[in-house]
């Protein structure tokens, strides 16, 4: 219930966010109700299609030109194109058809759908505002106000620009020796060959830098794995703008959750630790003259069962039959007795 409350709520988002843009696939749908829109965005179809065609296209005007001189049969080149586009913004997989397709899950297409619509250009919808006649009168006005002012018009037919202003030839003339004042240009043109230069080694050694860079990233050089394609300007600026929202919440929960604990002192540690040390040293010992108890109280059970069972149990002797210790004992006094009356007195 509260998945189905979530896409429809976002279907909403997605729709209204396409009429402000002023798409065409959806000016003279005068949808009311969630249900409805969720079916236009999630359900698969050659309109929903073309509404992700427009979508992909506003945000990348060489994509645009692409898709464009794509025929009508082509469906399967423009899906692909399309699943392109998104592994380049990194918003679904390289492989990821069923999501361009409306085969994938409604929320996770809505969710593709917005963060598309987060990298169209704010000026599109703006400028489906201004008329045609708006921009003549715009550019007539523009116009007589430059052709008002001859010096402007001049400047502009005849443009000059000096390489060197004014405060940094004085500059150069001062740091040129007496001998050569009258000779700046030589200096300036040499100060400029150093510079040159400077910039040169310095690209140089960066480019070093790079290379020995690049031999120390392992992934980067990897065998049997397809070329990344390069990060585009919109991936980057979605990246960036997905790390500036976690770091802004993350600084909220810090500020809000965290902070407080941080700038806590300390515990003082108590006077009583050696009286602490000493009550632990007595336990410990205490605990283990125990251990020595329960192993003695083990050790004489385990006596004592073995003594009632030498009493109980028939062994043999020394006569070769198996008598019990208490049968042995009175046989033992038995002949001790007889010896002693046949003994002489």
């Not at 829109?37 to 359900?43: I, N």
């Not at 899906?79 to 069923?98: A, K, P, S, V, W």
């Not at 065998?223 to 790390?243: F, I, K, W």
Request: proline share 6%.
């Amino acid at each position: 219930m509260a998945g189905t409350l979530k896409e429809k709520q976002l279907a909403e988002q997605v729709y209204n966010k396409l009429q402000g843009l002023r798409c065409p696939l959806v000016e003279g749908l005068f949808l009311q109700e969630a249900d409805g829109m969720k079916d236009l965005l999630c359900a698969p179809s050659q309109h929903r299609t073309n509404i992700l065609k427009w979508i992909c296209g506003s945000c990348s005007p060489s994509l645009k030109e692409k898709l464009s001189a794509l025929r009508s049969t082509q469906t399967d080149v423009l899906i692909q194109e399309m699943t392109h586009f998104g592994y380049e913004m990194m918003l679904c997989r390289c492989d990821d058809l069923d999501l361009i397709k409306g085969l994938a899950p409604p929320l996770r297409q809505l969710h593709f759908m917005e963060q598309l619509l987060t990298l169209v250009p704010e000026t599109q919808s703006e400028s489906a505002d201004v008329s045609v006649g708006e921009v003549l009168v715009q550019n007539e006005e523009f116009l007589g106000e430059l052709m008002s002012v001859p010096a402007q018009l001049f400047a502009l037919l005849n443009p000059n620009c000096d390489p060197w202003s004014a405060d940094l030839k004085e500059l150069l003339r001062k740091r040129a020796p007496q001998g050569k004042r009258g000779q700046n240009r030589p200096v300036c043109g040499s100060r400029a060959e150093h510079t040159v230069e400077e910039a040169s080694a310095m690209l140089q050694s960066t480019q070093r830098v790079l290379e020995d860079l690049h031999k120390e990233c392992v992934f980067l050089q990897s065998e049997g794995v397809s070329p990344r394609p390069r990060l585009s300007p919109c991936a980057l600026r979605l990246a960036v703008s997905d790390l500036s929202q976690l770091m802004s919440a993350f600084s909220q929960s810090f500020n809000a959750e965290f902070k407080g604990y941080c700038q806590l002192k300390p515990p003082g540690l108590s006077p009583d630790s050696q009286s602490f040390h000493t009550v632990h040293q007595l336990l410990l010992s205490c605990n283990q003259e125990l251990q020595a108890l329960e192993q003695l109280a083990d050790t004489s059970s385990t006596v004592s069962v073995t003594a009632r069972n030498m009493q109980t149990d028939r062994q043999h002797w020394g006569d070769g039959q198996k008598h019990t210790m208490p049968a042995r004992l009175e046989e033992l006094k038995k002949r001790y007795s007889e010896f002693l009356s046949l003994r002489p007195a």
